[in-house]
């Protein structure tokens, strides 16, 4: 089946401190987050376009917005859970799931902590048709 692909980027800059297996935190620290946004769908619009980049990458600030310039360990969504890169991952993935348009879905987000280390949440498998 054919299958086209948008990518989002985006970057904030937000600290963390990891609790740690035996139940100790690392020092506080801070990361240059780099953000990759990944939708795919299997057709374009009347436009030409799987979804508009300029009513996407908003959605996408806003929700890293949130982030931006603050110790994730005191944002309310990681008041249960480690702020690891994962956790931001499912966090931003979860926040945008719902802003993406018909016909197109969010598949994966990337979180960059630095130039060699990201993790990522990827979508469920759609539901067989």
């Not at 801070?30 to 979804?51: C, F, K, Q, T």
């Not at 994730?72 to 931003?92: D, G, K, M």
Request: proline share 8%.
């Amino acid at each position: 089946m054919e299958q086209y692909e948008i990518l989002i980027t985006d970057e904030f800059s937000a600290a963390h401190r990891l609790r740690m297996h035996d139940g100790a935190y690392e020092p506080l620290h801070g990361h240059n987050w780099r953000v990759e946004v990944m939708i795919l769908g299997p057709r374009l619009d009347s436009a030409g376009l799987l979804a508009d980049f300029t009513e996407l990458r908003p959605a996408v600030r806003r929700v890293i917005g949130e982030l931006h310039d603050r110790c994730l360990n005191e944002h309310p969504a990681f008041a249960e859970v480690n702020p690891s890169t994962e956790q931001v991952a499912r966090y931003i993935y979860d926040r945008l799931v719902t802003q993406i348009p018909p016909g197109a879905r969010l598949a994966k987000v990337r979180v960059w902590e630095t130039s060699h280390c990201a993790a990522a949440y990827l979508a469920p498998d759609p539901p067989a048709t």
